[in-house]
């Protein structure tokens, strides 16, 4: 199955076409036809050691965790986001908010990234925030306003040009007019059945009553799911979401799981973070309405939705988060190195507050499945990066289980990726 798949994504990358593109001009194009860009088939690495990879690991010593729990730098990886594990290999990819994805590799299997350097050089990504694997080994690459999918990356990322597949165009993703800087950085996870999820920020704080319709529409504001091969049989799955900036899926009942970060401009405590669950297609999660159990419209940051009428059946998040400390990744832990109450349960990265009087967040959650597939109680995992000044010393952004059952973990603020172990 594999292999044919491979084929047809080859078929379909211009293999057997013979177009021939504009040198220099159209990378894409070129590389969608596996012909040589002529970018440098050198690609400078990014240093692991020096006095910045040292100041990482003593400022990991003030990270608090659980006994028996170990915390170190796993690499140095500027502007670290969203993290995708390699299936058959000792690497990932991991995605940043600007023009790079990282491959990160342990080529020597200690534990520790022995390289780290640009993933498809040649190519022009633009916030290229959301990466993610289909079931057969394709990487998947969500931009801000485009998705690509890379065919057998983790076996030909060493040269700058790699086979690639354009699923949804530029400007394509969503309507460009809507294009914005904020809430752009999108995060992906692909089902068992096949389909690619996508979050789609809105991108207000709060969005005015005249873009409702729309939104609800296109799904931005929503989780979209459709073909990560040719963008075929897009629908929008859920709606009602602000900006969610983390997913995964259960693979026991196979529940779409996300975080949806808070309104701004409310206060210190309100509103709440959000935990949610997708138990079927088609769900609204209450949002301009309700912000966890907060009510937003007609609120001070949307008093142009006063009139807005309730959502139909919308359902609530299974956690509420302390306010602002803006939850991002999130990760199904199933493996067999961390003690038995973990597995089968989420970590949660919160990023870290921008705009409250007293800063908070900047640790990882735990949260239990219950036997009911709902949400148990949350509770800190890890936390140390803010200090008693309120001054970070890191921002978590994702979480990671590798194959071997340790945990990574990645901060855009200081740009490294960590691994958490566990020892009797």
């Excluded at 013979?18 to 036809?33: E, F, I, P, R, V």
């Amino acid at each position: 199955m594999k292999s044919t798949r491979l084929w047809m994504a080859l078929l379909a990358c211009g293999l057997a076409t013979g177009a021939m593109a504009q040198a220099g001009k159209d990378n894409l194009a070129t590389l969608k036809q596996m012909k040589v860009s002529g970018v440098d088939l050198n690609i400078p690495p990014v240093p692991q050691e020096g006095r910045n990879a040292e100041a990482i690991r003593a400022n990991l010593r003030s990270v608090k965790l659980p006994p028996g729990f170990k915390i170190e730098l796993y690499a140095v990886v500027p502007d670290a986001r969203h993290m995708a594990v390699a299936p058959s290999t000792n690497m990932l990819f991991v995605g940043t908010r600007k023009t790079r994805v990282w491959a990160v590799t342990d080529r020597n299997g200690d534990g520790t990234a022995d390289e780290v350097k640009p993933f498809a050089p040649s190519l022009n990504f633009k916030v290229p925030n959301g990466v993610c694997w289909t079931k057969d080994g394709f990487l998947v690459v969500v931009e801000h306003n485009r998705v690509l999918n890379f065919p057998a990356a983790e076996f030909f990322y060493e040269g700058p040009d790699v086979a690639v597949i354009e699923v949804v165009g530029q400007g394509k993703l969503i309507p460009e007019e809507e294009e914005s800087f904020n809430h752009g950085a999108r995060v992906c996870r692909v089902s068992d059945d096949g389909k690619l999820y996508i979050t789609l920020g809105q991108p207000h704080n709060v969005q005015p009553a005249g873009k409702l319709a729309l939104y609800d529409q296109i799904g931005i504001g929503g989780i979209v799911r459709l073909n990560p091969f040719d963008g075929s049989g897009r629908e929008v799955f859920a709606r009602g979401v602000r900006n969610s900036v983390g997913m995964d899926i259960n693979p026991k009942d196979k529940t779409v799981w996300w975080t949806d970060n808070q309104t701004d401009g409310l206060g210190d405590e309100v509103p709440p973070g959000e935990l949610n669950r997708s138990t079927a297609a088609g769900q609204h999660f209450g949002y301009p309405y309700w912000n966890g159990k907060f009510k937003v419209a007609g609120s001070a940051a949307a008093p142009d939705l006063k009139d807005m009428k309730e959502p139909a059946n919308a359902v609530f998040p299974q956690v509420e988060f302390p306010a602002h400390q803006a939850q991002l990744g999130m990760a199904f832990y199933n493996g067999s190195m961390f003690p038995t109450k973990y597995r089968g349960g989420m970590f949660v990265a919160a990023h870290g507050s921008w705009n409250r009087t007293k800063a908070t967040g900047a640790l990882i959650n735990y949260v239990p499945v219950n036997a009911d597939g709902t949400a148990g109680k949350s509770e800190v995992f890890a936390e140390g990066w803010l200090d008693a000044n309120g001054v970070y010393k890191g921002r978590p952004v994702d979480v990671a289980p590798m194959k071997d059952g340790s945990l990574l973990i990645s901060d855009d603020y200081v740009g490294a990726i960590y691994r958490v172990t566990y020892a009797n």
